[in-house]
């Protein structure tokens, strides 16, 4: 197929046409929001070509596909990646300047679709920049939240939440696909049968949901992969016909047609927290059913019968949130196919993949028998079945072992544990990192590993660096390009080159001039957007990422307090000038974070108040973290907070972001924290506190943080400076979760792990002030990261867990 080339004076015209014909509209009387539109529908027009293209091939091939089911994509901003993806950037951006507009203009007025909480939503929207740029067949699957993740602001430091009505301008990327309308049906109940010896389900009184999906197309980055984001949307089947209703009925109507809609009306704003909601389960359910629909109906386009659905097909549940997926593959089979169960087992068990992305207790979903029975009642009674299937195996297995059989059955307590259902019911399990991982097989998933080993895997996080390097950081980018040249773009191993360039004083001088210019640019930002004023000529150190007591905000906290207190005690004192950056949502429930929030707010108006530390400390807090202020905050940052309680942070992603753009990390051994120290070096790198296993331990034997504190006289000063409080406000609620007069005390231990922060701070700031050195070790970690690349992450699934191959254009 001969493909389209792009020329400046093309895309011209073209852009003229669309402000023609959706507004009547030429370039000289046009606004930036036309022009915004007009280059966005022209970019929407090209990726729709370049999806059918690649699309055809995958059929033709008849290469086996991917799908990839996530409850969040967190994409961030369309227009940037897809005129960079596409090589068409510099073009556009040449013709927005010679008719007088600023291409940066047009990326500032799109929306920021906040389809997902944080790290998983993101993950999943980096994966699908990899499977497009390295063309593998792929369609992520989510649903299309009328109202995203909400927009945060600080109302006297506390946080209020507005919702995030993106779609007013935000709809223009999606392509609704009304003619793949399917029907999701709930409630009701089964109806069995005896036929010729066969039992059959007749499934009535159910309530019918339609599912319109609409797509977002994602190009590869100069390839000619496309992938497909599909977005289901809840719509009620009842149309409204006024004169046909009694007024009663009428209202009714629209009742039903409201809590139908309801499904995909908003994300669940909890990151990492589980949340038993009705409407929920649907939305989980809504997602999984549509999609395998859909998925069956691509199916049969190209093969007679889904015997081979597993060789053509790969399902990845991301986290347990569409781990329905397995019995609704297996009621699709059975009720509308006619598989037996032996038959429809084998397709679905070796089709599913599960990522587990938590092992927080409080984020392990387990659903109550009763709402999924009520709910969707043959989904019930398929669980019920793979559950005693699964015991009866187990039983021979393990003959009289009650303790384990319990342990790892799908239902136990009146609960549905999804964990356990995705483990039975799947071909492979993963964590998100090597520690992870370990702790899935060692602890958390102990039995099942015994029971099946070859499931268990490691697939590390990553990133999509073309995103979070290329675009975020156009200066680095160009010292990148002129020291190694291009390549690293489609292959970050590359990036390793730049090592050699660590003894060159003139590219770390330009390291440190880059880093300067970006800190300017975010505090031009602050100072313009939020009005907050950011001095760039100190260290900015930043910690943004959601607000969760595991991820130990407050150890951050009572360190800067410390710092305050010497201050005040010593306004000589020598002191590095930093910048402590905070951004961070928290789920408009948990209180606990929500009064840490409060406590950055007024520790900083209380500092910024205080003219003694004037150009000396600084502690802002960023209102509303999302990938947009994420792209801002990271090219800017020096230091790089990452210091959850080691075992609990499964990987993080925002630790890789920032390490790539040449901050360093002060942090635990957690997550991936570990791997990037492994992969920069010890030296490079600002490791402290307890490991996952001293942090058991030290649980095991009665951790008592009075213990600690006693003899930290800092610490003592931190207290008392907390329950004498900040800007007129007092914070004894939070030395009383801290200390032993509370239930469970520090639960985090953020006062075992305190002087040891401190003393990795402490030499941070001392190596900070042999600026060469900083520049270097910056250097060394852009070098080092190529590894946290999500192209590293996604050769992985495809290889080790997928089994899928790349499709070539001819
Ligand atoms: C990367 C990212 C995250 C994840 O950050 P962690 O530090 O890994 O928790 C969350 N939110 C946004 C907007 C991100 O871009």
């Not at 929001?33 to 370049?50: M, P």
């Not at 390490?659 to 990390?665: E, Q, S």
Request: aromatic share 12%.
């Amino acid at each position: 197929m001969q493909k389209e080339t792009y020329t400046k004076e093309k895309l011209k015209k073209i852009i003229e046409e669309k402000l023609s014909g959706y507004y009547g509209l030429t370039m000289q009387n046009a606004e930036t929001k036309h022009l915004f539109k007009a280059v966005a529908l022209l970019t929407r027009d090209i990726l729709s070509e370049k999806r059918r293209d690649f699309r055809i091939k995958t059929k033709k091939d008849q290469a086996k596909q991917v799908y990839y089911f996530c409850m969040e994509f967190l994409i961030g901003k369309q227009l940037r990646n897809n005129l960079c993806n596409l090589g068409i950037e510099n073009e556009i951006a040449k013709v927005m300047n010679e008719s007088g507009f600023s291409l940066d203009d047009l990326y500032e007025i799109e929306p920021d679709p906040g389809l997902g909480n944080g790290g998983l939503g993101r993950l999943a929207a980096c994966f699908m920049d990899s499977l497009a740029t390295m063309q593998y067949p792929a369609v992520g699957y989510s649903l299309r939240y009328e109202f995203g993740l909400f927009k945060q602001k600080l109302v006297d430091g506390w946080q209020v939440e507005f919702p995030d009505n993106w779609l007013q301008d935000g709809e223009v990327f999606m392509i609704p696909r009304t003619d793949y309308t399917v029907n999701v049906k709930f409630g009701g109940y089964i109806e069995e049968n005896w036929e010729d010896g066969n039992m059959t389900f007749e499934y009535k009184d159910y309530q019918t949901i339609e599912a319109v999906p609409y797509d977002y197309i994602l190009s590869g980055y100069h390839t000619d992969g496309a992938s497909v984001l599909r977005l289901w949307r809840a719509k009620s089947p009842t149309s409204i016909d006024v004169t046909a209703f009694s007024q009663g009925d009428y209202l009714k109507a629209i009742e039903e047609t409201a809590r139908a809609e309801a499904i995909s009306k908003v994300l669940y704003p909890a990151d990492n927290h589980y949340e038993g909601k009705a409407l929920r389960l649907k939305q989980q359910y809504f997602l999984v059913s549509a999609s395998l629909q859909n998925i069956l109906a691509r199916h049969r386009q190209t093969y007679p019968s889904f015997d081979n659905l597993h060789e053509k097909t790969a399902i990845h549940i991301n986290d347990t949130h569409p781990t329905f997926a397995i019995p609704e593959l297996m009621r699709l089979l059975m009720d509308e196919y006619g598989y037996d169960w032996e038959a429809a087992w084998h397709i679905t068990t070796n089709t599913m993949a599960y990522t587990n992305h938590t092992i927080l207790s409080e984020a392990l979903e387990t659903w109550p028998e009763q709402l999924v029975q009520t709910n969707m009642p043959r989904i019930y009674s398929i669980i019920c079945e793979i559950n005693k299937r699964l015991c009866a195996d187990l039983w021979e297995k393990y003959p009289g072992d009650w303790e384990k059989i319990q342990k790892m059955s799908i239902i136990a307590f009146n609960q549905v544990r999804m964990a356990n259902l995705c483990i039975a019911g799947g071909y492979s399990i993963n964590g998100v990192a090597k520690l992870h991982s370990e702790i899935l097989r060692e602890i958390v998933f102990k039995d099942f590993h015994e029971y099946s080993p070859e499931k268990f895997t490691n697939v590390t996080n990553g990133i999509a660096h073309r995103r979070w390097l290329i675009q975020a950081n156009p200066l680095l980018t160009e010292v990148l390009d002129e020291c190694i040249g291009t390549d690293y773009r489609t292959n970050a191993r590359e990036l390793e080159k730049f090592k050699k360039f660590a003894g060159d004083s003139a590219v770390l001088k330009r390291l440190e001039k880059i880093k300067q210019h970006n800190k300017i640019e975010l505090a031009n930002y602050a100072g313009k957007k939020l009005g907050m004023t950011l001095n760039p000529d100190s260290v900015f150190n930043s910690q943004v990422k959601r607000m969760h007591e595991y991820k130990r905000q407050l150890l951050n906290v009572l360190r800067i307090i410390s710092v305050y207190n010497e201050i005040l005690e010593n306004p000589t004192a020598d002191i590095l000038p930093q910048t402590y950056i905070f951004a961070a949502k928290a789920a408009p429930s948990y209180t606990m974070a929500k009064n840490i929030l409060k406590l950055i707010y007024c520790l900083g108006e209380d500092i910024r108040k205080n003219p003694r530390c004037k150009d000396k400390l600084s502690v802002v807090f960023m209102e509303d973290y999302s990938v947009s202020l994420a792209e801002k905050i990271i090219p800017a940052s020096e230091v790089s907070q990452q210091i959850s309680q080691a075992g609990k942070e499964a990987s993080g992603t925002g630790n890789m972001k920032l390490m790539m753009n040449g901050a360093l990390t002060i942090g635990t051994m957690d997550g991936a924290n570990i791997e990037i120290a492994d992969a920069v070096g010890k030296a490079n790198i600002f490791i402290f506190g307890l490991t996952a296993k001293e942090v058991d331990n030290l649980w095991a034997s009665k951790y008592d943080p009075d213990d600690y504190y006693i003899r930290n006289e800092k610490l003592i000063k931190v207290i008392i400076s907390l329950n004498n409080g900040f800007n007129g406000e007092s914070f004894q609620y939070i030395t009383q979760s801290l200390l032993s007069a509370h239930y469970v005390a520090d639960p985090y231990m953020c006062i075992a792990d305190f002087a040891d922060y401190d003393r990795a701070h402490t030499l941070l700031e001392k190596t900070y002030l042999n600026k060469a050195k900083w520049n270097e070790m910056s250097l060394m970690n852009i070098a080092s990261a190529g590894i946290f690349a999500a192209d590293r992450s996604i050769k992985e699934y495809a290889d080790n867990i997928w089994h899928i191959n790349p499709v070539y254009l001819d």
